[in-house]
Nanobody, 124 residues
Framework: QVQLVESGGGLVQPGGSLRLSCAASGFTSDYYAIGWFRQAPGKEREGVSCISSSDGSTYYADSGKGRFTISRDNAKNTVYLQMNSLKPEDTAVYYC?????????????????WGQGSQVTVSS
């Protein structure tokens, strides 16, 4: 059974950091592109970052460029999203998703598997 489990969310002050983890089971994540998405209250889910399964290429939405770093540990079947210099507008539920292909995409419908989400709240 394919499963993605996010962890690492929480409450952080503006300017702080969090590292989200996405642990995969039921499949080998190094054959899947893994994306991070987020959904703020009243807004549509949007792509944040993605890491390919072929050469480890990484992609970032403008919202996270220079502040977020995505990485993967294939031995642990886990993908991470390091978020620095967090802003109140980063507050959202963060989801990881997997698609059985090497290429990245920010298209929601291109992902077959989704985690349950992890709440990130940036507030003083």
């Amino acid at each position: 059974q394919v499963q993605l489990v996010e962890s690492g969310g929480g409450l952080v002050q503006p300017g702080g950091s969090l590292r989200l983890s996405c642990a995969a089971s039921g499949f080998t994540s190094d054959y899947y592109a893994i994306g991070w998405f987020r959904q703020a209250p009243g807004k549509e889910r949007e792509g944040v970052s993605c890491i390919s399964s072929s050469d480890g290429s990484t992609y970032y939405a403008d919202s996270g460029k220079g502040r977020f770093t995505i990485s993967r540990d294939n031995a642990k079947n886990t993908v991470y999203l390091q978020m620095n210099s967090l802003k109140p507008e980063d507050t959202a539920v963060y989801y990881c998703a997997a698609r059985p292909t090497t290429a990245c995409s920010f298209g929601l419908k291109r992902y077959d598997y989704w985690g349950q989400g992890s709440q990130v709240t940036v507030s003083s």
